[in-house]
Nanobody, 125 residues
């Protein structure tokens, strides 16, 4: 069992930056691939970024490539999402998720076993 808690969301102006964190409980965090997803009001949940258990492999949605960076610190049981050049269309609730297939950087939410409660990111124009 893995419990995930996101933090770092908030209100930011367009062009600004935020760093989201996702802390995980349990000693097996390093075995899990991790992902970030987001859901805007009235829209379906969408993939944002993912990272393998080692951190060597990452994957990004085209809409955030070059602006967002996913990273992890297995010693701290934490995964991060650095978000730069934020735009109003990035406004959403952001969720982190854990995938038991540690080498995967899957974009599909159904491959993730555990989810956090989400943190709101609002970008004003």
């Amino acid at each position: 069992q893995v419990q995930l808690v996101e933090s770092g969301g908030g209100l930011v102006q367009a062009g600004g930056s935020l760093r989201l964190s996702c802390g995980a409980s349990g000693r097996t965090f390093s075995r899990y691939a991790m992902g970030w997803f987001r859901q805007a009001p009235g829209k379906e949940r969408e993939f944002v970024a993912s990272i393998s258990w080692s951190g060597r492999i990452t994957n990004y949605a085209d809409s955030v490539k070059g602006r967002f960076t996913i990273s992890r610190d297995n010693a701290k049981n934490t995964v991060y999402l650095q978000m730069n050049s934020l735009q109003p269309e990035d406004t959403a609730v952001y969720y982190c998720a854990a995938n038991g297939f540690g080498s995967s950087v899957s974009t599909a939410g159904r491959h993730y076993d555990y989810w956090g409660q989400g943190t709101q990111v609002t970008v004003s124009s």
